[in-house]
Nanobody
């Protein structure tokens, strides 16, 4: 199994910067995709930005130009640098990963994992 541990949430003011990090630990063969989603109460969880092992990144239009995602495959860590924060960025941010996992029986399969979430609150 694999666990995701997030860090870096907090209370900020509009215009501030913040960096979130997420490290994956466990029976990792290969990270296929790793990134961040966010959710506010009453709304669906939405993609913020993801990074694939092939070097491709994808980000929501609402954060392009302000947020940057970094994947360090050697450390199984993904980071999200968030600049020029806005009040509408307030949400619980969840780390997500699709990881080729080594199962206890010795075979491998891709599985989805989620972190428990970290709160980011931006005051206007």
């Amino acid at each position: 199994q694999v666990q995701l541990a997030e860090s870096g949430g907090g209370f900020l003011r509009a215009g501030d910067s913040l960096r979130l990090s997420c490290v994956a630990t466990g029976s990792i063969v290969r990270i296929n995709t790793m990134g961040w989603h966010r959710q506010v109460p009453g709304k669906q969880r939405e993609l913020v930005a993801v990074h694939t092992s092939g070097g491709m990144t994808r980000a929501s239009d609402s954060v392009k130009g302000r947020f940057t995602i970094f994947l360090d495959e050697s450390k199984n860590t993904v980071s999200l640098q968030m600049n020029s924060l806005k009040s509408e960025d307030t949400a619980v941010y969840y780390c997500y990963a699709n990881i080729m996992t080594e199962m206890s029986e010795g075979w491998q399969m891709p599985r989805d994992y989620w972190g428990v979430g970290t709160q980011v609150t931006v005051s206007s």
